[in-house]
Nanobody, 126 residues
């Protein structure tokens, strides 16, 4: 069982930056795919970015490429999402999720992830 706790959400103006954190209680297995998803009311939860803890491979949605960066700190069992050049359309609840094994082919699929955090709110004003 993996428990995930997100933090770092806030209200910022367009063009600003935030860093979200996803701290895991423990990783029973050495390799997981850890992803960030976001959701706004009335819309599907969408994959934003994922990282494979085993090798560091990263994956991004087209809408955030060049603006968001996912990274990890093995010693802290923490995955980060750096959000730069924020836009009002980035406003959403951001969730951290994990699945055992590789991200390949699954990183964007909500149904593939076994463990979820409670979410952290990001609000971007124009």
């Amino acid at each position: 069982q993996v428990q995930l706790v997100e933090s770092g959400g806030a209200s910022v103006q367009a063009g600003g930056s935030l860093r979200l954190s996803c701290a895991a209680s423990t990783y029973t297995y050495s390799t997981y795919c850890v992803g960030w998803f976001r959701q706004t009311p009335g819309k599907e939860r969408e994959g934003v970015a994922s990282i494979f803890t085993g090798g560091g491979a990263t994956y991004y949605a087209d809408s955030v490429k060049g603006r968001f960066t996912i990274s990890q700190d093995h010693a802290k069992n923490t995955v980060y999402l750096q959000l730069n050049s924020l836009k009002p359309e980035d406003t959403a609840m951001y969730y951290c999720a994990a699945l055992r094994g590789s991200c390949a082919g699954l990183w964007y699929s909500r149904s593939a992830f076994d463990y979820w955090g409670q979410g952290t709110q990001v609000t971007v004003s124009s």
